[in-house]
C-alpha cells in the first residue's frame, strides 16, 4: 500500500459525460501528480500541483482540468468525453518538488467510455 | 530525443535466476533522480528503487539493485533470485530537477517461468 488513495477504482461512462476522479495524497505529501496510461500512448504526465498551486504542466487537454484542495486531495475532471480518454488514470504524489523526492503512486482509477 | 528507452519490451526468465533490465536516459540536468516501477497485471505502479545523480554507492533495495554508469548514462534494475511475483511490466522513470515531473519509458514485460 502507497498510501496514495484514489476513487473510484472503476468507471464506465458514456461519450459526452463527465466524470471526477478523486487523490488523496500520502500523508505528509505536498506535491501531487496526475498521469494517464494508455495503450497507444504509454505513461503520459498530465499536470503537478504542490502544496495547493499548480507547478507543472504536461499533455493534459482542454476538456481536462484539476485542482488541489487545501486539505492537499486532488480532483482530476474530464468533461466531453470521448472513446479515446479510456484509460488508467494515476495520481501521485511526493514530499516535495526536487528530483530526489520518491514518487509513490496510488492504485489507479480505470476509466472505461462507451 | 527520448528520455528514457527501455530496448527489451519482454523478456523471459527461468525462475531463481536473476536478471537485468535495461534502461538508458538522456538528460543535460546535472540533477536528476531515476526510479524504477513495477506495474503488474492488475494495473497498480509499485515504486522499487531509487538513484539520485549525485549518488556515489549504486542503490539497493533487498532483491532489486541498480547499476548506474553515469558517464554511460544507464541505470539497469538487476533482480536476484527472481520468484514467479516478480512477472510484471516494469519502468524506468526519470524525474530532472527542472523538469518537475517523471518521464517514463515504455517498459519491459517480465514473465518468469517455474
Known amino acids: 500500500d502507497s498510501g496514495v488513495t484514489q476513487t473510484p477504482k472503476h468507471l464506465i461512462t458514456a461519450t459526452g459525460q463527465r466524470v471526477t476522479l478523486r487523490c488523496s495524497p500520502r500523508?505528509?505529501?505536498?506535491?501531487v501528480y496526475w498521469y494517464q496510461q494508455s495503450l497507444d500512448q504509454g505513461l503520459q504526465f498530465l499536470i503537478q500541483y504542490y502544496n495547493g498551486e499548480e507547478r507543472a504542466k504536461g499533455n493534459i487537454l482542454e476538456r481536462f482540468s484539476a485542482q488541489q484542495f487545501p486539505d492537499l486531495h486532488s480532483e482530476l475532471n474530464l468533461s466531453s468525453l470521448e472513446l479515446g480518454d479510456s484509460a488508467l488514470y494515476f495520481c501521485a504524489s511526493s514530499v516535495g518538488v526536487t528530483s530526489g523526492n520518491t514518487i509513490y503512486f496510488g492504485e489507479g482509477s480505470w476509466l472505461t467510455v462507451v | 530525443a527520448q528520455k528514457i528507452t527501455q530496448t527489451q519490451p519482454g523478456m523471459f526468465v527461468q525462475e531463481k535466476e536473476a536478471v537485468t533490465l535495461d534502461c538508458t536516459y538522456d538528460?543535460?540536468?546535472?540533477?536528476?533522480?531515476l526510479f524504477w516501477y513495477k506495474q503488474p497485471s492488475s494495473g497498480e505502479m509499485i515504486f522499487l528503487i531509487y538513484?539520485?545523480?549525485?549518488?556515489?554507492q549504486n542503490a539497493t533495495e533487498g532483491r532489486y539493485s541498480l547499476n548506474f554508469q553515469k558517464a554511460r548514462k544507464s541505470a539497469n534494475l538487476v533482480i536476484s533470485a527472481s520468484q514467479l511475483g516478480d512477472s510484471a511490466m516494469y519502468f524506468c522513470a526519470i524525474n530532472e530537477q527542472g523538469a518537475q515531473k517523471l518521464v517514463f519509458g515504455q517498459g519491459t514485460r517480465l514473465t518468469i517461468n517455474p
Open positions: 538513484q539520485g545523480s549525485y549518488d556515489q
Open positions: 500523508s505528509g505529501d505536498l506535491s
Open positions: 538528460t543535460s540536468d546535472p540533477s536528476y533522480g
